[in-house]
């Protein structure tokens, strides 16, 4: 009948959740959530806090599938490898992920889950909380950043070996660079991630071995650039 008011459809975060993994947080918004069920987005504002709320309700829903195993027999360095690795599969399984945990890292329960996962395991191998949080931090950024570069790459693909063949062959033709590029070893994503992280970890272990006081660190790698311009 004319002038009959169709009842608002009941949903609740559940559905929202559902939905917006479904989406996936490269494509997540408020439209495209009510879009697919069948509401207006001030439906949607009932039961989360504008897109803000939206990207936590759904990035903590994929992070609580991430579960961190942790060999006891890896030594720190293995560990935090492997730890790093991890993120990095991780992320890139689930696009979007790294910026939303770029942005703001532990937002909610689960990062701090995945958090407190990894800082308990590096207290097990002998580091004090503050130092273990330092350091897992510092892994963890790196391992993301590395994925969210990789996850851009993949996103432009078309025609992206042509650029790299012309790169190539520039630098080959260099006579101050190509002799050098030309004995680089090659490596695809996965193999340059685990070198640069290798790197990066043990540097991280030289400068703050297990019982070394964070503040110690701080003051030691903040000095080092100390009158450099």
Same mark, same amino acid.
């Given at each position: 009948?004319?002038?009959?008011?169709?009842?608002?459809?009941?949903?609740?975060?559940?559905?929202?959740?559902?939905?917006?993994?479904?989406?996936?947080?490269?494509?997540?918004?408020?439209? /495209? $959530? &009510?879009?697919?069920?069948? #509401?207006?987005? *001030? %439906?949607?504002?009932?039961? !989360?806090?504008?897109?803000?709320? @939206? +990207?936590?309700?759904?990035?903590?829903?994929?992070?609580?599938?991430?579960?961190?195993?942790?060999?006891?027999?890896?030594?720190?360095?293995?560990?935090?490898?492997?730890?790093?690795?991890?993120?990095?599969?991780?992320?890139?399984?689930?696009?979007?992920?790294?910026?939303?945990?770029?942005?703001?890292?532990?937002?909610?329960?689960?990062?701090?889950?995945?958090?407190?996962?990894?800082?308990?395991?590096?207290?097990?191998?002998?580091?004090?909380?503050?130092? /273990? $949080? &330092?350091?897992?931090?510092? #892994?963890?950024? *790196? %391992?993301?950043?590395?994925? !969210?570069?990789?996850?851009?790459? @993949? +996103?432009?693909?078309?025609?992206?070996?042509?650029?790299?063949?012309?790169?190539?062959?520039?630098?080959?033709?260099?006579?101050?660079?190509?002799?050098?590029?030309?004995?680089?070893?090659?490596?695809?994503?996965?193999?340059?991630?685990?070198?640069?992280?290798?790197?990066?970890?043990?540097?991280?272990?030289?400068?703050?071995?297990?019982?070394?006081?964070?503040?110690?660190?701080?003051?030691?790698?903040?000095?080092?650039?100390?009158?450099?311009?």
């Amino acid at each position: 009948m004319a002038g009959v008011r169709r009842r608002a459809r009941k949903i609740d975060v559940e559905d929202i959740i559902r939905v917006g993994r479904a989406i996936g947080l490269r494509q997540l918004s408020l439209n /495209a $959530v &009510a879009a697919e069920l069948d #509401v207006s987005t *001030t %439906a949607l504002y009932r039961h !989360v806090d504008g897109r803000w709320g @939206l +990207e936590l309700v759904v990035g903590e829903s994929l992070l609580s599938d991430l579960v961190l195993r942790d060999d006891p027999a890896h030594d720190i360095e293995q560990h935090l490898l492997s730890f790093g690795l991890q993120l990095r599969a991780f992320v890139l399984a689930h696009a979007g992920l790294g910026t939303y945990m770029q942005t703001l890292f532990p937002r909610g329960e689960a990062g701090q889950r995945l958090m407190v996962s990894e800082v308990e395991a590096l207290v097990r191998r002998g580091y004090t909380p503050d130092v /273990a $949080v &330092a350091l897992a931090s510092a #892994v963890a950024s *790196t %391992a993301i950043n590395f994925a !969210v570069a990789e996850e851009a790459q @993949l +996103e432009r693909i078309s025609g992206l070996q042509q650029q790299r063949d012309d790169v190539a062959e520039q630098l080959s033709a260099d006579e101050r660079l190509g002799e050098a590029h030309r004995d680089l070893p090659e490596f695809d994503h996965e193999g340059f991630s685990t070198m640069v992280l290798t790197a990066t970890i043990r540097g991280l272990l030289a400068v703050g071995p297990v019982g070394r006081p964070l503040h110690e660190v701080v003051v030691d790698l903040g000095s080092t650039g100390t009158g450099l311009q």
